[in-house]
Every structure is written in C-alpha cells, then in structure tokens.
C-alpha cells in the first residue's frame, strides 16, 4: 500500500478533484470558446495569454482567486511516483492554488519517510483554503507554503532540492527556475506544467544549461515539460 491509495487521501482528493472540476467548468468553456470564436491557433492563443501576462500577472491571477487551475488525476499520480523515484526529501513547488498536486508530492514525502516542501501562493484566500485541504490530509506536518510573490519567497529554500514543480505564472518559469537553480542537486528533476514560455523551454532544452529535457506525453497540450538536472 502506498498513502495515495489509502481510503482517507483518496476520499481527500477525490473531493478535490470534483470540486475542482466545478469551480473551473465555466472558465475553461469561457477559454475553449474564445480560442474557437478567434480562429487562432492555439500557438497564437498562448501568445496572446503569454502578453496579458507579462502586463500584469497579479491581477490575472487575483481575477481567479476561485478557481482551482489544478493538475488532473493522472499528473498526480506522476508526480507522486515521480518524488518516490527520486527519494524527494525537499521539494518546492511554485504555485500552489489550493493545494490538490501538494498533496501528492506531500504524500510521497511521507512515504519516502519524511521531508519538506516549500510552496508558495500569491493569493491569500487559496493559502487558507491549501492549507485547510493538506491539514484533512494528513499532511500539514511535512509542508511550509508561504504566501506571496515566488520570486521573493523562494529566494531561500533552506537547502538541496530534489524536485522543483513550476506551475504558478507562465511568464514566471525562468526566472523562478533560475532563482532555485544554485539548490537544484545534480539529477533534480523539474517539472513545468503548462510551460509554454518559449524563454523558459529554450534554456531548458539546451544542454549547455545543464538540463537534458523533453515534452512530456501526460495530458497533452497542457505543456508538460520534463526535466534532468544534469550538471
Ligand atoms: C495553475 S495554478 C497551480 C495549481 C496547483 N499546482 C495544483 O495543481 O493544485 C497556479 C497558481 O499560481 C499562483 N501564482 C501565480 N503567480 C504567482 C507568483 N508570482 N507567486 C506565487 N504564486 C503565484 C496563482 O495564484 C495560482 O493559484
């Protein structure tokens, strides 16, 4: 047995992941619709988004204090095996919403036989409400989220990091991977979810950088980008 397949953080998730699906239903028809109604690509559409954000990441982001903006099951279950596979004992995760894939990566910690991830969440409501979420799982003991801008609060992460999660601001993955790069150990793994900044996929796939890395096939067109700390 492994504790994402124990009844209470199945039970834990499972609420989650439906709640999820409602609080996001009308913004992700509202997106589909407008990436329909504008005939684009989705390549432009990602443009356009990757814009708007660099404008004002803030408000985008307070704008959608509700919703979730989560992983799928399937990519929490990943990233559980993936923090078991490297033995995670830190782990920090850039944008953390309400907490539904820091439970999985928590989870392996505990498996793993303990540990820490740092979080961080610009937006004070969903740190109440994540960490409400990880204390019904059981978690609470394992995770730090501080709440505030990444790029402030990830300045110190307190020590090596196993795997580094970037899933906050699109615009932000460079910048936030190179702010946590000195404590990535060699062999790190860091994943992007929704990477689609051309910035943050040109360096990481240029091995001189120090990274092997490679599109991910789990929910495609998500951007799921996997990637080896190799220097
Ligand atoms: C896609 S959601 C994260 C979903 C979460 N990882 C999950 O699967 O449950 C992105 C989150 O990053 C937060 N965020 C965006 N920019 C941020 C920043 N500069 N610092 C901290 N959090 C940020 C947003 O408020 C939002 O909640």
Do not use: W
């Not at 660099?54 to 399937?74: E, H, M």
């Not at 906050?168 to 990477?195: C, D, I, Q, S, W």
């Not at 360096?203 to 120090?210: E, K, L, Q, T």
Request: charge should be negative; aromatic fraction near 6%; charged fraction near 25%.
């Amino acid at each position: 047995m492994n504790s994402l397949s124990s009844g209470c953080l199945a039970q834990v998730l499972g609420k989650l992941h439906q709640g999820a699906e409602a609080a996001d239903l009308d913004y992700t028809a509202e997106v589909m619709a407008e990436i329909e109604a504008s005939g684009s690509t989705l390549e432009q559409v990602i443009a356009e988004k990757l814009a708007e954000e660099r404008a004002d990441y803030r408000k985008i982001y307070r704008d959608r204090a509700d919703n979730f903006l989560a992983v799928s099951p399937a990519y929490g279950r990943f990233l559980y095996a993936m923090a078991r596979a490297c033995k995670a004992t830190r782990i920090v995760e850039f944008g953390t919403s309400m907490g539904i894939s820091t439970i999985y990566l928590a989870a392996a910690l505990r498996d793993n036989g303990g540990g820490v991830l740092i979080g961080t969440e610009l937006e004070s409501a969903k740190v109440t409400r994540a960490r409400a979420n990880l204390d019904a799982a059981g978690l609470a003991d394992l995770v730090d989220i501080r709440e505030g801008d990444a790029l402030e609060t990830l300045r110190d992460v307190g020590g090596t990091v196993d795997l580094l999660l970037i899933d906050g601001a699109f615009t932000l993955y460079l910048p936030v991977l190179k702010l946590v790069e000195p404590r990535l150990k060699p062999g790190a793994v860091v994943l992007g979810e929704n990477a689609f900044d051309p910035g943050y996929l040109d360096y990481v796939r240029n091995p001189a950088n120090g990274y092997l890395s490679q599109p991910l096939p789990v929910d495609e067109g998500r951007g799921n980008e996997f990637t080896v700390r190799t220097a």
